[in-house]
């Protein structure tokens, strides 16, 4: 049983950790979380949206004729509620005596912003699914690069990400915008030095609320993507190295964690990188697993796709902010491609981007150590995230260039 002290703790706790959790988080901005109430239970939740043709205009129709009938089809979509993530530590019962309201809250707001940094970089990760993408070709740069930040175009990304909402006859005037600490920077550089009632609100509160109609929101946990060119097979000790996570190409795969075994071709040596990637935690013939922080960072975060027609492989990393790549190839021609760097913001239609469903929101579980005087202070939440299609006609993705920040 608990004792007086473990429960005063308990509830400090969850207190501290559940402000940072509820308060900060960008989630309740970008993502539908209405669905919650009609889910209390079970772990799918299944939407239908029409998938057949329908024309743009009604038939015309003649006075004692029969009407043309269209034929519909729906199609069904799931949310799974699969993320399951948990964090905690020990606490003495004598420590926390002595200074329990500062270990409560201390340790309260630092699990509260793990728990909100984790559900706010997969939420923000699902603008890798918006129908609608702006990029440096929206711009007037080369399509499929990341956008330069200049005075001369960072008013047409949201002009250029406006227009792309109009097309598919989006025109909520309730916008949002999640963007980068880097973005929000430049503009406020730029307004700063205007003699207009914006500018005067960046002089004297170092940030802005709104432009160009998009209520704008400022997070580190904005997706980051990178390319890797990788078109020669790679020679023994060649690095990859993708958010201080080192990946070793070897000729013999040892036991060394992070050990990727070089393939019979470039193609196969993506594929052991890929591999390794999407299973961090499992040894095989072909890599050899991450552990600890490592191993969690790679497995909650990191996203890769081999092409073998393009010779690359592609990485996302949920929640990267500024996404850090650097490689030892022997190749010279075998490198990340810096206009390829991207961070990935979003713009869209508040609370209408994304669909989010918190089963049960960050709580605090004490477990009693038997042979302690103390116990583990342990905290879980349990989640599930899916952009359904009319999600992604509500968003845009921004792709900034990223590498010069």
């Known amino acids: 049983m608990a004792n007086s002290l473990s429960a005063s703790f308990e509830t400090i706790w969850a207190r501290e950790q559940q402000e940072v959790f509820y308060k900060r988080t960008v989630s309740n901005v970008v993502a539908d979380v209405s669905k919650r109430a ?82 706010d970089a997969d939420v923000l990760y699902e603008v890798v699914n918006a129908t609608s993408v702006v990029d440096a070709g929206s711009v007037g740069g080369t399509a499929g690069q990341g956008i330069t930040l200049a ?57 802005f609320t709104k432009i160009s109609g998009y209520q704008l929101y400022t997070s580190n946990n904005v997706a980051g993507s990178a390319v890797l060119a990788l078109a020669t097979n790679p020679t023994n000790w060649d690095t990859v190295t993708i958010q201080g996570v080192t990946f070793t190409f070897v000729s013999s795969i040892g036991t ?20 390794l990637i999407h299973a961090p935690w499992t040894t095989t013939a072909n890599g050899v697993a991450h552990t600890g922080v490592t191993l969690n960072n790679v497995a909650a975060r990191m996203v890769a796709v081999n092409d073998d027609t393009a010779n690359t492989l592609s990485v996302r990393y949920k929640g990267a902010g500024v996404l850090t790549v650097s490689e030892t190839l022997t190749n010279g021609s075998d490198v990340w491609t810096t206009t390829l760097q991207k961070q990935l913001c979003l713009l869209g239609v508040r609370n209408m981007c994304t669909t989010l469903v918190v089963q049960s929101a960050p709580k605090i579980y004490r477990k009693e150590e038997p042979k302690k005087i103390g116990g583990n202070y342990l905290s879980a939440m349990l989640y599930g995230i899916k ?8 968003m845009v993705r921004v792709e900034i260039a990223s590498s010069g920040f």
Do not use: C, H
């Open 38 to 119: 009609v889910m209390s239970s079970g772990q799918t939740l299944t939407r239908t949206y029409r998938s057949g043709s329908i024309n743009d205009a009604p038939w015309l129709y003649t006075r004692g004729t029969d009407i043309s009938l269209t034929n519909i089809t729906d199609t069904a979509e799931t949310l799974t509620v699969n993320k399951q993530f948990a964090d905690g530590f020990y606490v003495d019962d004598f420590d926390a005596i002595q200074d329990k309201y500062d270990i409560a809250a201390n340790y309260g707001r630092d699990y509260g912003e793990r728990m909100k940094s984790q559900i």
């Open 151 to 207: 005075t001369a175009t960072i008013l047409n990304v949201f002009t250029a990400a406006t227009k792309k909402l109009a097309k598919l006859n989006i025109m909520d005037t309730d916008k949002v915008g999640v963007i980068s600490p880097e973005v929000e920077e430049f503009i406020s550089l730029y307004y700063g030095a205007k003699v207009t009632d914006l500018g005067d609100k960046v002089s004297e509160n170092g940030y």
């Open 256 to 275: 060394t964690a992070g050990n990727v075994l070089i393939g019979g071709s470039a193609d196969a040596s993506r594929a052991n990188l890929e591999a």
């Open 387 to 394: 952009t359904f299609a009319d999600n992604a006609k509500n």
